[in-house]
């Protein structure tokens, strides 16, 4: 039987960070994953460079049933205090748009820091370890494929439920719900918007054509690019808004946020009255684009032939597009889990569960989930540390 003071399930951004912590404050620490390899989900990031950090980080950024959660974990360590350690760690890294930052080189740098300091400090990985059962006697006893573990205080790192080839599952719900907390409801966010069997017609042949669009719900609005797919809709703009997204809701797409399209039209008739319709809407939408769009609206011939209200449909036809999406691609391709454990079980200090001493909640598994570009890993850093000064 093992013996430690702290075990941390998940050897991904949040138990790795809090393991470094916790073992350098002098703690017996053992990390336990079930899979074959450590920070899968940060390997893969940002197109295998690691999108590590925002800069940008502010409450409004974060989605929760209590939003201000998060703040005390981010508070004390945010962007800064992660960007000193990759520093540190001679890691390259460059700013791309709105604050977010990624490696020059290769995501594995970042694994490959964090692994490095565990090992330094002490702390003990355990990979390909599956745990099948969790009981609390007096100390935490953990039944694993290696032998049973005894430790003081247990850290639930495990993650959520999105993008299952890598091994991702609920059991980090399933052991909150097992010691008596509550989970919010649970959903796939930012992920792909998908389309019925109509719209699926109608812009299926649209497939890789991306614009620059602005994309909201509501009050909620994100203007990064955007993308039609063989499925329905992605890129940046939508996979922000599928987390304020529900099934039956309508989006308003502006295809063109750069110009007022009724007003450019007319401005062009005016200058040329000659010119094809189709081919002034192309100087500022994709040719296909354009095309479907007219013909969607019936219109064709010269810009001289159209009345100016046909033009305003036009107009709206481009920069307010209404669609309904049928619903998402779900957990395959999304990539964090919208909820999860209720942050009102749970102490913004130090992630222990109020009701459990010694239990703690930590990263993606929280219901805390923040918008694309970096927002997530932070939390997953600022949510470890917090945990790792206190267990």
């Not at 336990?32 to 940008?56: M, V, Y």
């Not at 649970?186 to 017609?201: H, K, N, Q, S, Y």
């Amino acid at each position: 039987m093992k013996r430690v003071d702290v075990a941390i399930l998940g050897a991904g951004a949040a138990g790795m960070i809090c393991a470094v912590e916790a073992a350098r404050r002098g703690r017996r620490v053992l990390v336990i994953d079930h899979a074959q390899a450590p920070g899968e989900k940060i390997r893969i990031s940002g197109g295998g460079r690691c999108n590590f950090t925002n800069l940008s980080i502010a409450p409004d950024r974060f989605l929760s049933q209590n939003p201000r959660f998060a703040l005390s974990a981010l508070s004390r360590f945010g962007p800064q205090d992660f960007i000193a350690r990759v520093d540190r760690a001679g890691i390259a890294w460059h700013e791309k748009t709105l604050g977010q930052l990624f490696c020059d080189g290769s995501a594995r740098q970042i694994v490959d820091m964090l692994t490095g300091q565990m090992a330094e400090a002490g702390a003990e990985l355990w990979i390909g370890t599956q745990v099948t059962d969790i009981s609390r006697p007096g100390a935490f006893l953990l039944a694993t494929g290696r032998g049973p573990v005894v430790a003081d205080r247990l850290v639930v790192a495990t993650g959520g439920k999105s993008i299952p080839k890598m091994g991702a599952t609920g059991l980090g719900y399933d052991i909150a719900r097992r010691f008596g907390l509550a989970v919010t409801e649970t959903r796939p966010a930012l992920v792909p918007l998908t389309f019925g069997e109509a719209d699926l017609a109608a812009w299926k042949h649209l497939s890789g054509v991306s614009v620059s669009a602005r994309v909201s719900r509501g009050k909620v609005g994100f203007a990064e690019g955007f993308l039609f797919t063989h499925r329905g809709l992605s890129g940046p703009s939508i996979l922000q808004i599928s987390s304020y997204w529900r099934e039956g809701d309508g989006i308003e797409v502006n295809l063109s946020p750069a110009a007022d399209i009724a007003a450019a039209l007319k401005a062009a008739r005016g200058a040329g009255g000659k010119l094809p319709v189709a081919r002034a809407l192309s100087a500022h939408l994709p040719g296909r684009l354009a095309d479907t769009v007219l013909g969607a609206l019936g219109v064709d011939g010269r810009l001289a032939d159209q009345s100016n209200a046909v033009l305003d449909r036009i107009g709206a036809a481009v920069n307010r597009w209404t669609v309904r999406p049928l619903g998402s691609e779900g957990y395959r391709t999304a990539e964090v889990t919208l909820g999860g454990v209720d942050t009102r079980a749970l102490d913004a200090r130090t992630m222990e569960a109020r009701s459990v001493p010694g239990l703690h909640f930590i990263g993606e598994v929280v219901d805390v989930t923040g918008w694309l570009g970096g927002y997530n890993f932070q939390w997953a850093w600022s949510s470890g540390w917090a945990a790792g000064q206190a267990v």
